[in-house]
Nanobody, 115 residues
Framework: QVQLVESGGGLVQTGGSLRLSCAAS????????MGWYRQASGKERELVAT???????NYGDSVKGRFTISRDNAKNTVWLQMNSLKPDDTAVYYC?????????WGQGTQVTVSS
């Protein structure tokens, strides 16, 4: 069973930056897709960004131009660099990974952006 462990959340002011990390353990072989989703209070979970093992990136419309996703395949680790943060970015951010037909989620890390 793959385990995803996130770190890097916290409280930041509007316009600030944070960097989230997610490390996958107990994975035999490469994870095909890794990425981040978020869920704000009272809202549905939404895509933030994903990246394939080949480096193809996909971003949610609300974060394009502000967030950057990257990964290290050898370490099964993915990062999310978040710049120009806004109060609307406040949410629990979940690491996500896919391997073949299986999907895995982290426990979530809180990001709060104060105005």
């Amino acid at each position: 069973q793959v385990q995803l462990v996130e770190s890097g959340g916290g409280l930041v002011q509007t316009g600030g930056s944070l960097r989230l990390s997610c490390a996958a353990s107990r994975s035999e072989g490469r994870l095909h897709v890794m990425g981040w989703y978020r869920q704000a209070s009272g809202k549905e979970r939404e895509l933030v960004a994903t990246i394939t093992a080949g480096g193809i990136r996909n971003y949610g419309d609300s974060v394009k131009g502000r967030f950057t996703i990257s990964r290290d395949n050898a370490k099964n680790t993915v990062w999310l660099q978040m710049n120009s943060l806004k109060p609307d970015d406040t949410a629990v951010y979940y690491c996500h990974a896919k391997k073949m037909v299986s999907t895995y989620w982290g426990q979530g890390t809180q990001v709060t952006v104060s105005s």
